[in-house]
């Protein structure tokens, strides 16, 4: 059977509207999960990891990068820690109560010595809208389970990044960068970082600063 040009113009259309509805779907499906202050509803992406895991073993004693979509995202992260090996374990646009919910299967398994944490931004500005008292607490929650497990893991908190979308909370997100930082400096485990400094940061503490502190490539926040 022939198809003609209007023929393909219509399957073309049909297909278009298809995905773009499959699109849409998918994106109201995230933003309800984010929304969401139930940790649950990250049930098949924990699944997802624990199934590359069993597939191919990662490392243990490897830096860990832990968090939400800004660590999930982080598309290149390998090759802008490199020679440092990292495993990312970053997921939806999770929540610290939701990390802390799934600690014991994505990070305490693969024992890691030093964990990058990003969360916080989604806390204050869906679902119950936390203050930056309770961000602070959950911090502490997550840090209390570490270190009940791996007494000597380091664990750097990447200070909350400011967005045009959520810039109405930025009050409060500050804030929260505020409290962490305080409280980091009562235990020599803990480090709060800008994100300009994260891979200096990091790399010094493998004694590694002196040939690789240039490279890093990422926003800059006090």
């Known amino acids: 059977m022939k198809i003609t040009p209007p023929k393909i113009i219509i399957i073309t259309l049909c297909l278009l509207f298809t995905l773009a509805a499959a699109a849409g779907i998918y994106i109201k499906t995230i933003i309800d999960k984010v929304a969401s202050d139930d940790p649950t509803v990250w049930e098949d992406d924990i699944r997802d990891f624990e199934a590359k895991d069993r597939k191919t073993p990662p490392e243990l004693n490897r830096i860990l990068f832990v968090g939400s979509s800004s660590i999930r995202k982080w598309k ?60 602070l607490d959950n911090c502490r929650t997550f840090t209390n389970l570490i270190h009940a497990e791996l007494p000597e893991t380091k664990i750097f908190f990447i200070s909350i990044i400011p967005s045009k979308l959520r810039w109405k909370y930025w009050k409060n997100m500050n804030r929260a960068n505020e409290l962490i930082k305080e409280y980091t400096r009562l235990d020599n485990r803990l480090i709060s970082i800008g994100t300009c400094l994260l891979r200096q940061i990091i790399c010094q503490d493998f004694d590694m600063l002196s040939r690789y502190n240039n490279r890093h490539k990422m926003l800059c926040l006090p």
């Open 76 to 135: 290149t992260l390998q090759e802008d820690m490199a020679p440092l090996k990292v495993i990312n374990r970053g997921f939806g646009g999770s929540k610290i109560p939701d990390i802390i919910y799934y600690v014991n299967r994505i990070v305490l398994p693969y024992k890691p010595k030093t964990i990058v944490f990003y969360a916080g931004d989604n806390d204050m500005s869906r679902g119950k809208r936390h203050s930056p008292e309770q961000v």
